[in-house]
């Protein structure tokens, strides 16, 4: 992550953007468990997973993110939580939990940062308990034109048909995918049961 995306994830202006209006955009479609174990990949400086730790008391969440700096800045937001928030250095691509641990997975904003997504998609799945959601949003290729792909260049951007089937390649069993032209999309998707 460079120094300008790194001013961007910390800023107020994010913060509020993804606490107020993101995150409950997102959520009011996946249906939420009062009790759950949630990892977030790609957390940032831990502002979903603060206000997610405040809305729901019964969650556990595993905080990740690739970039060091901003896990000690989410690591210091989420110490006020005790055991109910870890936070580490993770690469999304090798997730080093157990199969089946989480009840949830949240990713927003970071698969287009992530090189191999696919093999990142086939992990959350992985990690994901029987019956277990995946909620995903990221930018599509349509974002990244003019001045914002000099200034937050993805890694590597992709199709929604390409997304729809590297879903079914790591084994979710159903998914609902929504897109908003060539700007960005919203994906719930969910673990089969055994």
């Known amino acids: 992550m460079d120094k300008a995306e790194k001013r961007v994830m910390r800023s107020n202006v994010w913060r509020v953007l993804t606490q107020r209006t993101v995150l409950p955009w997102i ?11 949630v990892l977030e990949v790609g957390a940032g400086a831990g502002f979903s997973a603060e206000r997610l730790l405040d809305r729901f008391p019964g969650w ?53 940062a992530v090189g191999e997504w696919e093999r990142a998609l086939a992990e959350t799945r992985r990690v994901l308990k029987p019956g277990g959601h995946l909620v995903l949003v990221d930018l599509l290729a349509g974002f990244f034109r003019g001045p914002v792909a000099k200034m937050f260049p993805p890694e590597r951007t992709y199709s929604m048909g390409e997304l729809r089937s590297a879903l079914a390649d790591a084994g979710f ?13 919203r994906v719930v998707a969910e673990a089969p049961v055994a």
Not at 61 to 81: C, G, I, K, N, W
Request: charged share 25%; glycine share 6%.
């Open 27 to 37: 959520l009011r479609f996946d249906d939420l468990p009062m009790v759950a174990d």
């Open 60 to 112: 556990t969440m595993s905080v990740t993110d690739y970039d060091p700096e901003m896990v000690a800045q989410a690591h210091a937001r989420l110490e006020r939580f005790g055991a109910r928030a870890t936070c580490e250095v993770v690469d999304a691509t090798k997730l080093p939990f157990e199969d089946g641990s989480f009840d949830r997975v949240l990713s927003l904003g970071v698969w287009h």
């Open 173 to 185: 069993a159903r998914f609902r995918l929504r897109a908003a032209g060539s700007l960005w999309y």
